[in-house]
């Protein structure tokens, strides 16, 4: 049993043996089999990796050399355009250019004809003044048209003695030659002294007396018409000094300043009922002396110093002596033009006599602009729908109905210039160093109030009438300008309404719509030259906005420019279809086209239809309202929504408050509103009382 059991034993641990070798050499098998595959992996994985690196490195060198080119072409097609856009630019210069000397070859040319014509007008009158004072020369002393009233006006009751003082004379004169009753040594003293200081200025505007450096004709002739405003018992006086100086005056130059300034004051002021008519008389024998060859008056001057000594008599004086630009149309014997511009647009002419009020104005350019047919019903409402404002810096105030022009020319001269000022101790009359040559006074005209059917309304903004379109474009400008028109608050709570506008623009995507639309208006469609460049773009987006812009978006002013041009080329290509109804070259379709956009963009605001002013709470902050037919709205402070309001129906009376530059309303509910303006907005008070109570009367159809 013991060597069975060793035999089995051996045998068994042979087997063993022999199955742990074959499961170590199984393991060992495995383990090479494992190595070699994770050798043929990595070698795999190594080869695909660096195909995927060689695949890659292709790849980007491509993309690199793709880019290269694509940057090559673009630069290729940058300077390719450069070079036409800079060709174009040259073109366009050297066409402005040929235009600009054109333009100043015909204005030279209308400026010397002009010359040429003032020249033969003051050859003419200077002939005809030098016959008229020949002819004075001529007629005997006695005979002298003012001697009937020798024996009562004048301090010499001598006739001998009257004649030897009714002479041209250059000294200066000792004693007035009029004498004035029952009057008080004070007031004595002073007209002796008025009558002798204005006589010195006659002297000086005729030529007659040198001029000190600083001193100035124009100015000295404003300043002896002056004189009679601010003394009426002083106009016989300074009158019969000018009648001396024109009668046996041996210089022809010196005559013609003198009827020029009598007639200048007889346009002014009238003359005294005993006066009247001997100075009718003097200038009637003139006025019936003519020329035998021609037949036609021999003083130019006798006629039109008549008409306005009529006018004056009828209206009575003034309250200003004339302006520059008056004594300027006196001179040159033409009609008195006021230049009118329409908002912030085109400046027209319109010729206006000595006795026509702002009113008058108001309608004759309303009629010349086609606002409302001649003949119509609507003329009536003329004067108070639309108005005539002065503009000073950023304030425009109105002008009254009632208030002459040629006192309100006056005024606005002397306010624009402080051209003259006037030493009280020595009595002379100073230049001051503004430039000679001033420009004529321009009024703003604009619509006040909104009370016919062209009143635009949120359902159909754009009227009718070409004309009214024209107006309220350019007052929207004007508004936009003088910051009476929220841009940037409207630009910050609203996008342009078109993705086109808004995109990289946001913000400010409204502003930059509305001056596509004034580019397009006022240059028509695109002609491949560009309208907008460096030098002009605050003309179309408010330097504000442009500075805005860049402070918080980094919008420079090239991408405004950039943007400007790419949005006017596109809105030409989108807008020829309309254009095109109205056929090719038409400059007028494409403004009326572009101003009817741009009031429809405009009109989104809500308070677009009202009237805005400005007012002072009881801290003296500044608000805005705006009056409509309907009521009067108390704004926030973007201007965007109404915080309070007062129904023009619920107003019993309008009240001006007596200098303090505010307005009172007494409501039917027993309370009362004040309404208090601030002093940089002259003439705001009268306007918005006016335009309440114009709103308080029954409507007009």
């Not at 004809?113 to 016959?131: D, G, M």
Request: charged share 35%; glycine share 4%; aromatic share 6%.
């Amino acid at each position: 049993y013991h060597c069975l059991s060793s035999g089995i034993n051996a045998e068994y641990g042979e087997e063993r043996e022999r199955r742990e070798k074959e499961e170590k050499e199984r393991k060992e098998k495995e383990r090479i089999e494992k190595e070699e595959r994770e050798q043929i992996e990595r070698e795999e994985k190594e080869k695909r990796d660096k195909e995927e690196k060689e695949r890659k490195e292709k790849e980007e060198k491509e993309r690199k050399e793709r880019e290269e080119k694509e940057e090559r072409e673009r630069k290729e097609k940058e300077r390719v355009e450069k070079e036409r856009l800079e060709k174009e630019r040259r073109e366009k210069e050297e066409k402005e250019e040929q235009e600009r000397k054109e333009k100043e070859r015909v204005e030279k040319e209308k400026l010397e004809k002009e010359e040429k014509e003032k020249k033969e007008i003051e050859n003419k009158n200077i002939t005809s003044v030098r016959e008229s004072s020949a002819h004075l020369r001529r007629m005997s002393l006695p005979r002298h048209p003012v001697s009937n009233i020798v024996q009562t006006y004048f301090r010499e009751k001598d006739t001998n003695r009257f004649n030897d003082l009714l002479r041209h004379s250059s000294s200066p004169l000792g004693a007035p030659l009029v004498s004035l009753q029952d009057l008080t040594p004070e007031v004595s003293e002073r007209y002796n002294r008025e009558s002798t200081q204005v006589f010195q200025l006659i002297l000086k505007a005729m030529g007659d007396f040198p001029l000190l450096p600083r001193e100035d004709i124009l100015t000295l002739q404003q300043e002896v018409v002056a004189r009679g405003l601010r003394w009426p018992s002083l106009r016989d006086e300074i009158l019969l000094q000018l009648v001396k100086q024109v009668s046996q005056n041996p210089r022809t130059e010196s005559a013609h300043r003198g009827f020029l300034l009598l007639c200048l004051c007889l346009a002014t002021f009238s003359p005294s009922e005993r006066f009247a008519p001997a100075i009718t008389d003097f200038l009637e024998r003139l006025q019936h002396q003519t020329d035998p060859e021609t037949g036609h008056p021999i003083n130019p001057y006798a006629a039109t110093t008549l008409e306005h000594m009529a006018i004056t008599a009828k209206r009575g004086s003034r309250a200003q002596p004339p302006s520059r630009q008056e004594i300027l149309a006196v001179k040159e014997n033409k009609q008195l033009v006021c230049n009118v511009q329409l908002g912030d647009g085109p400046i027209k002419e319109v010729e206006v006599d000595p006795s026509s009020t702002i009113g008058d104005l108001v309608v004759t350019f309303a009629l010349k602009m086609g606002l409302a047919p001649l003949g119509s019903a609507k003329i009536g409402l003329l004067q108070k729908e639309y108005g005539v404002f002065s503009l000073k810096g950023d304030a425009l105030g109105w002008l009254n109905d009632e208030e002459s022009v040629v006192d309100t020319l006056k005024l606005l001269e002397t306010q624009q210039t402080e051209e003259t000022e006037t030493d009280p101790t020595k009595g002379r009359l100073f230049k001051s160093p503004a430039p000679k040559k001033l420009q004529n006074t321009t009024f703003v005209f604009l619509r006040r109030m909104w009370l016919t059917i062209e009143c635009p309304s949120p359902s159909d903004p754009v009227p009718s009438n070409p004309a009214v379109l024209e107006l309220m474009y350019y007052q929207a400008l004007q508004d936009i300008k003088l910051g009476r028109f929220p841009l940037m608050e409207i630009c910050k709570r609203k996008s342009s309404g078109n993705g086109v506008f808004d995109a990289g623009f946001e913000g400010y995507g409204y502003a930059l719509r509305l001056a596509v639309l004034q580019i397009y208006t006022q240059n028509g469609p695109h002609k491949k030259v560009p309208v907008a460049r460096k030098d002009n773009v605050n003309q179309y987006v408010l330097q504000s906005v442009i500075q805005d812009s860049n402070d918080v978006s980094g919008i420079t002013l090239h991408s405004w420019m950039t943007r400007l041009n790419v949005l006017h080329e596109q809105m030409s290509q989108q807008l020829a279809p309309q254009l095109a109804q109205f056929g090719s070259g038409n400059d007028t379709a494409a403004a009326t086209l572009g101003q009817s956009l741009a009031i429809g963009h405009l009109s989104e605001w809500p308070f677009y239809t009202s009237t805005l002013f400005v007012i002072q709470d009881q801290d003296g902050k500044l608000k805005w309202i705006a009056v409509s037919p309907e009521k009067i709205s108390m704004l926030n402070e973007d201007r965007q929504k109404e915080t309070s309001s007062w129904k023009i129906a619920d107003i019993e009376k309008v009240h001006l408050v007596e200098g303090g530059n505010s307005v009172e309303l007494d409501m039917k509910a027993g309370d009362k509103v004040l309404f208090k303006f601030p002093p940089s907005t002259p003439n705001s008070d009268y306007n918005f009382a006016d335009i309440l109570q114009t709103y308080k009367e029954p409507k007009v159809a």
